[in-house]
């Protein structure tokens, strides 16, 4: 059973940047996603890492400003977020995808508990 673990959210000023990580037990090499969901508002998929070649795809709202990467080493998964905007705040998630290339929340399992990230204007 895998178990996720994310951490590296706090408050941040808007253009400012955070790097968040997820640490994976008990598998290694795994797809990874990460999510997102605002106060009132449907979780939303933020990017997704292969298990195997580190390929990436993002959101187009945050395509350019976050990037994905990994340590296998560690079985750990970095968002690093740059330019970040008041519209970035939201508790982030990350996931273990069940498909490559997929951004539907139901092809991800084993969710993280989440980090908050705030962005003030």
């Known amino acids: 059973q895998v178990q996720l673990v994310e951490s590296g959210g706090g408050l941040v000023q808007a253009g400012g940047s955070l790097r968040l990580s997820c640490a994976a037990s008990?598998?290694?090499?795994?797809?990874m996603g990460w999510f997102r969901q605002a106060p009132g508002k449907e979780r939303e998929f933020v990017g997704s890492i292969s298990g195997i070649g580190g390929y990436a795809y993002y959101a187009d709202s945050v395509k350019g400003r976050f990037t994905i990467s990994r340590d296998n080493d560690k079985n750990t998964v970095h968002l690093q977020m740059n330019s970040l905007k008041a519209e970035d705040t939201a508790a982030y998630y990350c996931?273990?995808?069940?498909?490559?290339?997929?951004?539907?929340?139901?092809?991800?399992?084993?969710w993280g508990p989440g980090t908050q990230v705030t962005v003030s204007s």
């Open positions: 996931a273990v995808g069940l498909a490559f290339g997929s951004r539907r929340e139901s092809d991800f399992g084993s």
């Open positions: 008990g598998r290694s090499f795994l797809n």
